[in-house]
């Protein structure tokens, strides 16, 4: 039955998800490229100094990207579930439907999971490659809320799409839009350090939030 | 026998308005019941109450013995279910989804399920959502019917499909739940193709049920008398025997449980003068329409 369920899944989010990992690399390339430019051009000792003493962000470029890649994964995997009202199809199956509703999540949670952390593996390769460790440590912890982001928006819109009536779909929206920007508040680099934690732990809470809209939808709230 | 599914008491409200109040319906093992009712009167709701995907204001359904709004994934599995308008997983192709449900479903037989396919015109690789009603349709009774489950629910099958779809639709079905001894539930809104499918009939109106039993006991007792009036004046439509009434000018068409000689017997002792008085042949939809009425 897991076997089923990741194959649906990845029937429904696999070309966004490639498209997606892949654009991320391109950026990721895209913004060290700029960085072996700047160090050609301008020498190291102008590239570090920008970015110790005048607290230049050199990848502000890649700030929406995870959250561009979380909101597209859930729009693939759970929109196609609400045309028609398909989401019956799932409850019918032979599970319980919380059970069914985690697979799902489970599959595109890891899926998004797996593409940020080739994103994340390879701009720590190219910034270990080029940077000092701490200055490579300090980029890790700018972009960690970056990627949470994301996963918060994939929790969200899971929770949006999936809620049988418009009214509160606008609702959720908004009290999303209102919430997700809490992790991309700019700032100086490493300066979200100590909330991270605290972030991620808010990430997995709201991480079944799908599960109020599907009880609904069961429930026949219309 | 016994009851496959249990609907008691069954009472349903949108909003304000009401659907229905204390509902029951049974539905005996290896038997085919259509639900048949006028847009609104309550069909889908009953399916969606049925598969646990609404919750009654009051009452319970039962199905095995279990209740709907909490079945346990051994009963679901027993339940094969087609959706108004046979939706599917359209982003899948036919192996696709083949693929997919055979993986649920430990006495899944994709022989039938091929049968179907290889008489559609689709490329393996054609989405279900680039196909046409007909074929969808054949790919949903195809999955049904490789789950092999022992009763199937089918909300409006024959929604969108051609004459042609639809008889080898009703044809293929009837078929397999009969050789089979499966339990159907069904709703459609197309009357002369339940004829050709089910054994029993429970007709709803809003907020009632007007009938329910074997169709043939159905089409047996129910009779529609037309008959001229000759003092126009004469209202039948509030007595007790007269299940509806249609008048236009002075030409009566009168539908009841009665038998041909009370009718008559009552016209002529209320002194209700008429001509051309005769017993119409009806089928199933006729005698849906007078039951329920043309409005």
Not at chain 1, 42 to 48: L, P
Not at chain 1, 71 to 81: D, H, K, L, S, T
Not at chain 1, 179 to 194: D, E, H, Q, R
Not at chain 2, 218 to 239: A, H, I, P, R, Y
């Amino acid at each position: 039955m897991l076997k089923s369920m990741i194959y649906k899944e990845w029937l429904k989010i696999r070309w966004f998800l490639i498209g997606a990992a892949i654009l991320g690399l391109f950026i990721i390339a895209y913004m060290f490229m700029n960085v072996q430019r700047s160090i050609t051009f301008q020498g190291a000792n102008a590239v570090w100094y920008n970015i110790l003493f005048l607290n230049k962000m050199i990848f502000g470029i890649m700030k929406y990207v995870p959250l561009l890649i979380g909101i597209g994964i859930g729009v693939a995997q759970y929109f196609p579930e609400t045309v028609n009202k398909r989401i019956k199809l799932t409850f019918h199956l032979p599970l319980f439907e919380n059970r069914a509703l985690m697979m799902m999540l489970s599959v595109g949670m890891i899926c998004l999971l797996l593409t940020y952390l080739l994103h994340f593996m390879v701009f720590w390769m190219l910034s270990n490659y080029y940077f000092a460790h701490e200055i490579t440590v300090a980029s890790l912890i700018t972009i960690t809320p970056w990627f949470l982001s994301g996963l918060a928006a994939y929790f969200l819109v899971g929770l949006i799409v999936l809620e049988p009536v418009w009214k509160y779909r606008i609702l959720y929206a908004f009290a999303a839009a209102m919430f997700v920007p809490l992790y991309l508040k700019s700032g100086m680099i490493g300066a979200y350090g100590p909330i991270n934690i605290p972030l991620a732990l808010l990430t997995v809470l709201i991480s079944v939030s799908l599960l109020f809209s599907a009880y609904r939808f069961r429930k026949g709230e219309m | 026998m016994n009851n496959v599914i249990e609907c008691n008491n069954l009472t349903h409200y949108y909003g304000q308005k009401l659907v229905y109040e204390n509902l029951n319906i049974h539905v005996k093992e290896g038997s085919i019941l259509g639900l048949l009712g006028k847009n609104g009167a309550g069909k889908t709701t009953t399916i969606n109450i049925l598969n646990g995907f609404l919750q009654p204001r009051s009452g319970e359904c039962l199905i095995y013995g279990e209740n709907t709004q909490k079945l346990p994934p051994e009963t679901k599995g027993r339940i094969g279910f087609l959706i108004e308008g046979h939706i599917q997983y359209a982003f899948m192709d036919i192996h696709q989804i083949e693929k997919f449900y055979s993986g649920f479903y430990p006495n899944w037989n994709n022989e039938p399920y091929w049968e179907l396919m290889s008489k559609l015109k689709v490329t393996p690789s054609q989405k279900i959502s680039t196909m046409s009603c007909g074929q969808r349709s054949q790919v949903a009774l195809g999955l049904i019917l490789a789950q092999d489950p022992d009763l199937l629910i089918l909300d409006d099958f024959s929604m969108g499909l051609d004459p042609g779809y639809r008889r080898l639709f009703i044809d293929y079905l009837r078929a397999y739940a009969k050789s089979e001894n499966k339990t159907i539930f069904t709703t459609s809104h197309i009357i002369s193709d339940m004829e050709r499918l089910i054994d029993d009939v429970l007709i709803m109106d809003y907020n009632r049920v007007l009938a329910q039993c074997p169709v043939h006991e159905f089409m047996q007792n129910f009779k529609q008398f037309n008959f001229t009036l000759l003092n126009g004046g004469v209202d039948l439509s509030k007595e007790k025997f007269v299940s509806n009434l249609e008048k236009v000018n002075n030409e009566v068409e009168l539908y009841t449980y009665e038998s041909e000689e009370f009718v008559k017997k009552f016209l002529d002792d209320n002194g209700v003068e008429m001509k051309d008085f005769k017993k119409i042949d009806m089928n199933l939809e006729d005698a849906f329409i007078g039951l329920t009425g043309k409005y």
